[in-house]
T-cell receptor
Framework: DADVTQTPRNRITKTGKRIMLECSQTKGHDRMYWYRQDPGLGLRLIYYSFDVKDINKGEISDGYSVSRQAQAKFSLSLESAIPNQTALYFC?????????????FGPGTRLTVT | QQPVQSPQAVILREGEDAVINCSSSKALYSVHWYRQKHGEAPVFLMILLKGGEQKGHEKISASFNEKKQQSSLYLTASQLSYSGTYFCGTGPIGATNKLIFGTGTLLAVQP
């Protein structure tokens, strides 16, 4: 079984809809991250969390919110989706292995906003 | 501000060498390298820390020039499995996990 899972894997939604992307991990890591990937722009950090009570904004948090329901679960919400939020979204985790530097990525969620 | 990677793309034959560069306009504490194969998630390759410590891949090496705020990834005797997009991520002092990634370098290794 995958250590970092994301649901859904693909989603098409309409402008203005609220949508939630979910991430779960079985690695026991305390740190979790949300990134978006756009062609030609690489990976950009949206939010990150170092434990359940610690949530921080990344480079591009506007239009997004997150919830850390438990150590193993980190959700990303788009309150009112817009077309330029169409992207590939990755969740990642890191823990004490390799000094906490290595991030393990989930398989990604491809989101299309029409 | 995103680090700048060069070249944007490179095509190699098996067995050839390649160098991918990453430079930042900000002072760095760490540089992280990831590889993403087509349709897959990024996978960690290595990290270079200020002071010269390096942790990561056995067959891929890298350098970190703190003064120039640059890192280079060296792929020697490339294999087909090296194909993918390589990203550098830079971590500022005090926030090594808050990575800012470059736009990537596409590497294609042909038989």
């Amino acid at each position: 079984d995958a250590d970092v899972t994301q649901t859904p894997r693909n989603r098409i939604t309409k402008t203005g809809k609220r949508i939630m992307l979910e991430c779960s991990q079985t690695k026991g890591h305390d740190r979790m991250y949300w990134y978006r990937q756009d062609p030609g722009l690489g990976l950009r950090l949206i939010y990150y969390s170092f434990d359940v009570k610690d949530i921080n904004k990344g480079e591009i948090s506007d239009g997004y919110s997150v919830s850390r329901q438990a150590q193993a679960k980190f959700s990303l919400s788009l309150e009112s989706a817009i077309p330029n939020q169409t992207a590939l979204y990755f969740c990642a985790t890191s823990g004490p292995d390799r000094g906490g530097y290595e991030q393990y990525f989930g398989p990604g969620t491809r989101l299309t906003v029409t | 501000q995103q680090p700048v990677q060069s070249p944007q793309a490179v095509i190699l034959r098996e067995g050839e060498d390649a160098v991918i560069n990453c430079s930042s306009s900000k002072a760095l504490y760490s540089v992280h390298w990831y590889r993403q194969k087509h349709g897959e998630a990024p996978v960690f390759l290595m990290i270079l820390l200020k002071g010269g410590e390096q942790k990561g891949h056995e067959k891929i090496s890298a350098s970190f020039n703190e003064k120039k705020q640059q890192s280079s990834l060296y792929l020697t005797a490339s294999q087909l499995s090296y194909s993918g997009t390589y990203f550098c991520g830079t971590g500022p002092i005090g926030a090594t996990n808050k990575l800012i990634f470059g736009t990537g370098t596409l590497l294609a290794v042909q038989p």
